[in-house]
């Protein structure tokens, strides 16, 4: 069996067998097998389709390529891919020397979060490698009780509550009440600066355990957060990543660039790790960035709080930016500066998906919800008087 490291691709990972593609004058050219079996399937006009890993020199010549006999496990190229081309599957690029260690019909597994092949590999040595990888998360708790069913307006919209915790106690509280999901900000009581990546590992997983599954939000930037301890706990949990973002919305950018700087570190050290989601938390005190065509999954926002109340400026500001966040499907999750019937209203008529609250409050912001539908609540968004809402 030989491992191969390559450029990480298309994520996921699969299995198939080799089918060598090289060309001539530029044309793709299937092996004698591929072409025996194409002829084959036309001639009896059955699909007999076949898992099959695509092996070339150069990334442009499988793009493009449709197998209507088999179905496409992976692609794994000699050259490097500069833009990701995501097929459906998953993709390793930049294996040097790849086409004289691998022949036609050579069973192949191909991950492309690590960016790494493994070729003829046995059944144990798959199994291993699974296993490996996986590094099998913990059991998610089933939470059947009524506290935990999400909460859904009376027109049918679902919004979710999540708690802002700052400890562990906090979080334990949160999950037991019934919270959708918990939020913590990065410079919190659990991550301490100078602390070690492994003493930072230690806390996330400690939260990810008593989460039971439910989603983490971790908002902050790396300078109060060990980058490395977010991917290596992120094999175990569902964690989003919610980079405090600058008046601009630029600074997204390096951070990606660092996330996958400390990928490839990991890769190299043969250190397990998982993808975060990442997310834009916004500071209205700071600004509102432009955030159109920035791969976020999520934007947390946090609004200017005056005596418990949105400040009237506000909310044209998060009217904006949940209508814009619409079109591209990214959802909106507001911290509420009061969780009382009226901040509820107002943040479900603002076009929130979601409202971060205090542990304590997670009961009966489910109640305030239930009892209110989204027509409603946008009609009277406006309608108080400017003194009501400061």
Not at 11 to 20: R, S, Y
């Amino acid at each position: 069996m030989h491992r191969l490291r390559g450029r990480r691709g298309a994520p996921g990972m699969d299995l198939g067998a080799a089918m060598i593609l090289r060309s001539s004058n530029g044309i793709p050219m299937l092996p004698a097998r591929a072409a025996e079996a194409a002829a084959r399937n036309i001639r009896n006009s059955i699909l007999d389709q076949t898992d099959v890993v695509i092996v070339t020199k150069d990334p442009e010549l499988a793009r493009g390529i449709v197998l209507p006999w088999a179905r496409v496990a992976g692609v794994i190229t000699e050259q490097p891919q500069a833009n990701v081309e995501n097929r459906g599957c998953p993709s390793v690029s930049g294996i040097a020397n790849l086409l004289e260690i691998v022949a036609d019909d050579t069973l192949i597994l191909v991950d492309g979060d690590r960016g790494i092949v493994l070729v003829d590999p046995d059944a144990a040595a798959v199994a291993g490698y699974q296993a490996e990888r996986e590094r099998i998360a913990p059991r998610k708790r089933i939470f059947v009780d009524f506290a935990h069913q999400p909460a859904h307006t009376t027109d049918g919209r679902q919004i979710h509550v999540i708690a802002q915790v700052n400890n562990l106690q906090e979080a334990e509280q949160a999950v037991e009440l019934g919270a959708d999901g918990l939020l913590l900000r990065a410079d919190c009581g659990l991550f301490m600066r100078g602390a070690s990546d492994d003493e930072h590992l230690k806390s996330l997983i400690s939260v990810v355990d008593l989460a039971g599954g439910k989603p983490i939000t971790v908002a902050g930037n790396f300078e109060a957060l060990s980058v490395r301890a977010l991917l290596r706990a992120s094999i175990r949990g569902d964690i989003t990543f919610a980079l405090s973002m600058d008046d601009r919305g630029d600074n997204i950018e390096p951070v990606l660039a660092y996330l996958d700087e400390t990928k490839d570190e990991l890769i190299d050290l043969e250190i397990e790790f998982a993808e975060p989601r990442i997310a834009a938390s916004v500071d209205l005190a700071v600004g509102v960035p432009d955030l159109e065509g920035l791969p976020i999954s999520r934007i947390v926002v946090r609004p200017v709080m005056l005596e418990g109340r949105f400040c009237s400026k506000d909310l044209q500001a998060i009217d904006r930016l949940t209508a814009g966040a619409a079109r591209t499907l990214v959802p909106v999750e507001l911290v509420l500066p009061n969780s009382d019937a009226e901040c509820v209203g107002i943040a479900i008529g603002l076009g929130a998906a979601g409202v971060v609250v205090g542990p304590e409050d997670i009961a009966h912001v489910k109640e305030h919800i239930r009892e209110v539908d989204t027509a409603t609540c946008r009609s009277h968004l406006y309608a108080p008087p400017q003194e009501d809402i400061k």
